[in-house]
């Protein structure tokens, strides 16, 4: 059973906007929603990822300087189901976008941040197999 499934990726013009969803399988739900866990989407292109927002109980939501005042992070965990809502898109929003789960640890200092940011290395966790984006100029 796949842990992380997205959708709602597709082609947009400049200015548009898309949500995307991250739906966890019962299976990966037992655990991610139990609260210690970073909630995060990232994208990538051109060989690179970049951490763009994440989501963590008891915390404030992480996002990225591109991305600040245009993306929200949510979840509903009645549905399983993490959030990416996307407006005011550009060309550079361009990417695979995958979700992610995983717990920090001390080598972040317990915030999600430092992962998303890339500071710190994911070294395990819950991931999705991507959703594809393509904003057109």
């Known amino acids: 059973q796949v842990p992380l499934v997205e959708s709602g990726g597709g082609s947009v013009e400049a200015g548009g906007s898309l949500r995307l969803s991250c739906a966890a399988s019962?299976?990966?739900?037992?655990?991610?929603?139990?609260?210690?866990?970073?909630l995060a989407w990232f994208r990538q292109a051109l060989g690179e990822r970049e951490g763009v927002a994440a989501t963590?109980?008891?915390?404030?939501?992480y996002y990225a300087d591109s991305v600040k005042g245009r993306f929200t992070i949510s979840q509903d965990k009645s549905e399983n189901v993490l959030y990416l809502e996307m407006n005011v898109m550009k060309p550079e929003d361009s990417g695979m976008y995958r979700c992610?789960?995983?717990?920090?640890?001390?080598?972040?200092?317990?915030?999600?941040?430092?992962?998303?940011?890339?500071?710190?290395?994911?070294?395990?966790?819950?991931w999705g197999q991507g959703t594809q984006v393509t904003v057109t100029s």
């Open positions: 992610a789960a995983f717990i920090p640890g001390a080598r972040g200092n317990y915030q999600c941040a430092p992962y998303v940011s890339g500071a710190v290395q994911i070294l395990s966790g819950y």
């Open positions: 019962s299976e990966a739900s037992r655990y991610i929603w139990a609260g210690n866990y970073c």
């Open positions: 963590f109980v008891g915390g404030n939501p």
